[in-house]
């Protein structure tokens, strides 16, 4: 095989660096030409994909003190660069050998280390891996699954990887740096600062929460492979609703974040995987896929990532657009190929690569505000016309509303009733945030031929507020039980970290059967533990050392400060709404019906 590079090879200038395992097929009868080891061309854009592969390697793995220069000692077995010559002479290289078939290819080595990168893990399931073609590979399966259940599984590419003997260990993981988020005062949910720095201000690259490289893969029985991968998406007794870990924990499948990538960057949650293959558990028992949020045309790559690198997209306000010509703009309005091929002419392919940075930077602003700005529905449960036909009402179990997915029986952070018609408010405290328990979620759309044929979205629910009293707790307390897991976990959390027992805490009843429109919606409830362990488990610890409960929620912005100030616009489906923003296609998680 033409990457047949031996350790001797590397040369005295780099350290070798040997990938354990591979699950590379050694296709035979690829396209393109194997390389010719007497080519210069060829020698060097081996060498160059080794020293970059390696590089990104140390980049992730290594010891930040580490300044030795690496190189692959060789491809992972069965992968293999192969050179494409172009009618005018000039040279592409791809590397073939992913297990998802003899014309898959990665296009440069930034798209393969990826993979490299699972393989150096322990981990034998591919829907852990963040490369393009294990991505489109697993969707595929998925697909191929849900049309016929009885494909044969030995067809499928979840057969177990083979361990390779022959292993030198890679560089060590070293210790990630903590960014801190920007918390703010109590009393006030201020948009806040910045998270996006354009690309010249990159510090250096982090090491990303990686797989330990150094455990050895474990066989697998083909059974326990399948199983692991096959028996999930199965809707299971007891299971959260779709696209849910649980229904107070933070983050859900369709909903936009941001996640730790140098900066902070905005994505969208494409899947989640458990780590421990079960139900059950907080955020941090799972992993999460993101699409970066830009444009499709900018091919950017999914990522990877944990629970503790990512915020709810309200935890940040986005960034005012930086580029003038896009000022003023809808993400839709602009045509983006013309404009990052404007403006990125005539530069030389490094400037090339940080102008379309910058552009991807300015479409993932552009993208969120526009998602922030549309809604689309999903499990419909009643549609009828009102008594005078002036309005159809449909009902639904949940919505993508904005940034985040919110389903009947969630709490969602709503403005506070009227002095009049709210004599108990008074008993709570004064800065407690009024939450609504989502009962009906409808949208009326206007006869045709109305005024205003705009579908109207609004929630339906009992108001709630904390209170914190000495026991017998006043009129209009209501036992958290009655009401739902999170009030529960909320009051729970608090009455743990009271230090002072004779105070305890408790939901109070502020209004019944209230209706909110969507401005008057400000995103979902999170509660306090769940959230403050993502967003600042230093804070955190300190309330429960110091005994002071503190308003999680004040670390949120409102929904209406994220958007383009424009009338929210219905969607038919959460793909419909993304549109070119992401690159991979959005599929609904498997058990959700969206209409
Ligand atoms: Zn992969």
């Known amino acids: 095989m033409a990457n047949s590079t031996s350790q001797d090879d590397a040369g005295p200038e780099y350290y070798p660096i040997h990938i354990a395992r591979s699950d590379g097929k050694g296709y035979t009868n690829l396209d393109y030409n194997a390389l010719n080891l007497k080519e210069d061309q060829d020698i ?4 160059r994909w080794e020293v970059i592969l390696a590089g990104h390697l140390q980049n992730q793995l290594a010891p930040k003190e580490d300044k030795k220069q690496y190189k692959l000692a060789a491809f992972p077995k069965g992968y293999e660069l192969r050179c494409a010559i172009r009618k005018d002479g000039g040279r592409d290289y791809y590397t073939y050998g992913h297990p998802a078939g003899p014309k898959a290819s990665y296009r440069t080595p930034g798209d393969f280390v990826l993979h490299i990168l699972w393989l150096a893990s322990d981990s034998t399931d591919y829907s852990q891996c963040s490369c393009d073609l294990c991505f489109r590979m697993v969707e595929a399966n998925k697909q191929k699954q849900a049309i016929n259940p009885s494909v044969d599984p030995s067809t499928t590419a979840n057969a177990p990887v083979q361990p390779v003997t022959n292993t030198t260990a890679p560089p060590r993981p070293g210790p990630e740096p903590q960014p801190k988020p920007q918390p703010q005062s109590q009393a006030q949910a201020q ?3 910045l998270p996006l720095t354009q690309p010249q201000a990159q510090a250096q690259p982090q090491p990303q929460t990686q797989p330990q490289p150094q455990t050895r893969p474990q066989p697998q029985t083909r059974s326990q492979a ?4 096959q028996s999930q998406p199965q809707p299971v007794q007891g299971a959260p609703p779709p696209g849910t870990t649980g229904l107070s924990n933070i983050f859900r499948v369709g909903e936009v974040v941001w996640y730790k990538h140098t900066a902070w960057r905005l994505g969208l949650i494409l899947a989640t995987n458990s780590k421990t293959n079960t139900f059950g558990g907080d955020d941090t028992q ?4 993101l699409a970066p949020l830009g444009h499709a045309m900018l091919n950017q790559q999914n990522v990877t990532k944990e629970a503790q690198d990512m915020r709810p997209f ?3 306000s986005v960034p005012n657009v930086a580029i003038d010509e896009l000022q003023d703009k809808a993400f839709t309005e602009v045509d983006w190929q013309a404009f990052a091929t404007r403006y990125s002419e005539g530069l030389d392919a490094d400037q090339r690569a940080m102008r379309l940075q910058m552009v991807g930077l300015e479409a993932s602003k552009m993208a969120a505000r526009h998602i922030n700005d549309s809604f689309s529905t999903f499990d419909k449960m009643a549609e009828a016309p009102t008594a005078d036909r002036l309005f159809l009402i449909q009902t639904y179990a949940g919505v993508y509303f904005g940034a985040e997915m919110v389903r009947v029986g969630d709490l969602i952070r709503v403005t506070g009733p009227s002095h009049t018609d709210a004599s108990s408010a ?4 004064p800065d407690a945030t009024t939450v609504m328990h989502v009962d009906e979620i409808q949208v009326a759309t206007a006869a045709i031929g109305a005024v205003n044929p705009l579908p109207n979205l609004q929630f339906k629910g009992h108001l709630y507020r904390t209170i914190r009293s000495t026991l017998p707790f006043p009129p209009g307390v209501v036992p958290a039980e009655t009401l739902g897991a999170a009030f529960v976990e909320e009051v729970g959390i608090r009455n743990q970290i009271e230090h002072d027992k004779k105070w305890k805490w408790g939901w109070t009843l502020v209004q019944q059967d209230a209706v909110r429109m969507v401005a008057d919606v400000q995103g979902r409830f999170y509660v306090t533990h769940k959230l403050m362990s993502i967003i600042d488990p230093d804070a955190f610890q300190e309330s429960m050392k110091s005994g002071v409960v503190g308003s999680a929620q004040s670390y949120l912005n409102n929904r209406s400060h994220s958007g383009r100030g424009v009338f929210i616009d219905r969607k038919p489906s959460r793909g ?5 923003a992401v690159r991979s296609p959005f599929t609904a998680p498997e058990g959700m019906l969206e209409n």
């Open 44 to 47: 060097q854009q081996l060498e």
């Open 191 to 193: 948009p806040q600062s």
């Open 226 to 229: 399948l199983s692991q991968s």
């Open 286 to 289: 799972y992993r999460f896929i």
């Open 314 to 316: 309200l935890t940040f």
């Open 426 to 429: 008074a008993d709570s405290q």
């Open 576 to 580: 419909a709404t993304l549109g070119s």
